[in-house]
């Protein structure tokens, strides 16, 4: 008797997680500079200018950059659910996984014991073969 079990490989969800953290930190990094880059060009054509219009658009870019702060906070929080619904489901999957590992060694068990209930019983017929 030979039981095979077709099942599909699991992703690796580390490597999956990792991947995505790796993805959304170089998002966060490229913002990051893009951001201060864009902060300091703006700085710089308010130092020329230097009018009363260099208060407002002073306060324009404080209010955008606290706006792209705003987001990347938001961003932020989103790759921690992210993450943390990865976990669940990670853990999940793992549960799953020892709850059919455990019944794929009960069927082996029954297996087993049926494979020596058959050679026993084989052994007892060619005896009483042998005994005609």
């Not at 993805?23 to 880059?37: P, S, T």
């Not at 059919?100 to 020596?116: P, Y």
């Amino acid at each position: 008797v030979s039981v095979e079990v077709n099942a599909a490989p699991g992703k690796d969800l580390t490597k999956t997680l990792n991947d995505l953290r790796n993805e959304y930190e170089q998002l966060i990094e490229k913002n990051r500079r893009e951001v201060e880059q864009w902060y300091e060009i703006k700085i710089e054509e308010v130092n020329r200018q230097g009018t009363s219009t260099t208060q407002h658009q002073l306060t324009e870019l404080r209010r955008e950059m606290q706006n792209l702060e705003i987001e990347l906070q938001a961003q932020l929080s989103t790759k921690n659910s992210l993450e943390n619904s990865l976990a669940e489901t990670e853990s999940r999957y793992g549960c799953l996984l020892q709850q059919i590992q455990g019944q794929i060694n009960c069927v082996e068990e029954e297996l087993a014991s049926i494979r020596c209930e058959m050679e026993s019983q084989n052994q007892e017929y060619k005896m009483l073969l042998g005994i005609k």
